[in-house]
């Protein structure tokens, strides 16, 4: 069945450090979302990603969709403790009802003052 | 304001009851979703409802039930049928863009 795979499950990082979390699809993708959930928190939509190798920045966070359309990446830029959440991909469910989606399992930050 | 509510924000009961999660949201969305989280996971599909009055079963529907009466109201009812309801229960709508827009949750602890 159609699967998502992000990765990593955690990260790390001292503030100011760069962090990047990947996601990736066994099927070609129409579009790919990106969400952050802070702890205790819900989902919050980030940005939705559309064309082949589009390039997408929202501050410090820049969103990449790969060239095949089966791959999407978050890249944070300088890690802020604001920063701390789970970062969630998720992408459109093929072969049921148009609008669902697929989440990945997230990525979990984490950022040392 | 728009959005998403959800309540209550915790939530206990023994086991053996039936519980209803509230869900409401303002946005004029058709399409409403309920996802369930566990610790370190993502979300699973619970319920989705398209368009009032019309609901489909999501990956992880046994145990539970919805209703889908008016545009902005999409409550789930856990019931004793569902093995392991202790989890953290998210609803969403859907807006034009196919973003999910989610409310606050409900976190269910089931003893």
């Known amino acids: 069945g159609q699967q998502v795979m992000q990765i990593p499950q955690y990260q790390h990082v001292q503030e100011g450090e760069d962090f990047t979390t990947y996601c990736n699809s066994s099927?070609?993708?129409?579009?790919i979302q990106w969400y952050k959930q802070r702890p205790g928190g819900h989902p919050v939509f980030l940005i939705q990603?559309?064309?082949?190798?589009e390039v997408k920045k929202q501050k410090r966070l820049t969103f990449q969709f790969g060239e095949a359309k089966k791959n999407s990446s978050l890249h944070i830029t300088a890690t802020q403790t604001t920063d701390v959440g789970t970062y969630f991909c998720?992408?459109?469910?093929?072969?049921?009802?148009?609008?669902?989606?697929?989440f990945g399992k997230g990525t979990k930050l984490s950022v040392k003052p | 304001d728009g959005g998403i509510t959800q309540s209550p924000k915790y939530l206990f009961r023994k086991e053996g009851q039936n519980v209803t999660l509230s869900c409401e949201q303002n946005?004029?969305?058709?399409?409403m979703y309920w996802y369930r989280q566990d610790p370190g996971q993502g979300l699973r599909l619970i319920y989705y409802?398209?368009?009032?009055?019309?609901?489909q079963k999501g990956d992880i529907a046994e145990g539970y039930s919805v209703s889908r009466e008016k545009k902005e109201s999409f409550p789930l009812t856990v019931t004793s049928a569902q093995k392991n309801p202790t989890a953290f229960y998210l609803c969403?709508?859907?807006?034009?863009?196919?973003?999910?827009?989610f409310g606050p949750g409900t976190r269910l602890t089931v003893t």
């Open positions: 946005l004029n969305h058709d399409a």
């Open positions: 998720a992408v459109p469910f093929y072969g049921g009802s148009q609008g669902n989606l697929i």
């Open positions: 099927t070609t993708l129409s579009n």
């Open positions: 969403a709508s859907r807006g034009r863009g196919g973003e999910q827009y």
């Open positions: 990603l559309v064309k082949s190798g």
């Open positions: 409802s398209q368009i009032v009055n019309d609901f």
